[in-house]
């Protein structure tokens, strides 16, 4: 079983960030990985944009309106259409 959790280092010993299902005294192997540090400013919201991207199949951008930022009164609020 592989289980995977968040943990805190702090004065020699790992604290994990949630309840394990361990039985006392359980041998475990553990893999340790850094966790990135999230970016600031503008680069944190292109890497963010990015990652959310990424989990939007490629077929869905083929049913977005062409006119969404001319007509987002009419996609938001139901306003009539502008015309080209």
Do not use: C, F
């Amino acid at each position: 079983m592989t289980t995977t959790v968040t943990a805190t280092y702090a004065n020699g010993v790992l604290t994990p960030s949630e309840p394990l299902d361990i039985e006392e005294g359980k041998k475990v192997t553990l893999s340790i990985e850094e966790a990135a540090s999230p970016k600031r400013g503008l680069a944190g919201i292109v890497e963010a944009v990015q990652e959310l991207h990424k989990t939007i199949p490629p077929d869905a951008w083929d049913v977005l309106p062409a006119d969404g930022a001319k007509n987002y009164k009419h996609y938001l609020y139901g306003s009539p259409k502008e015309e080209d």
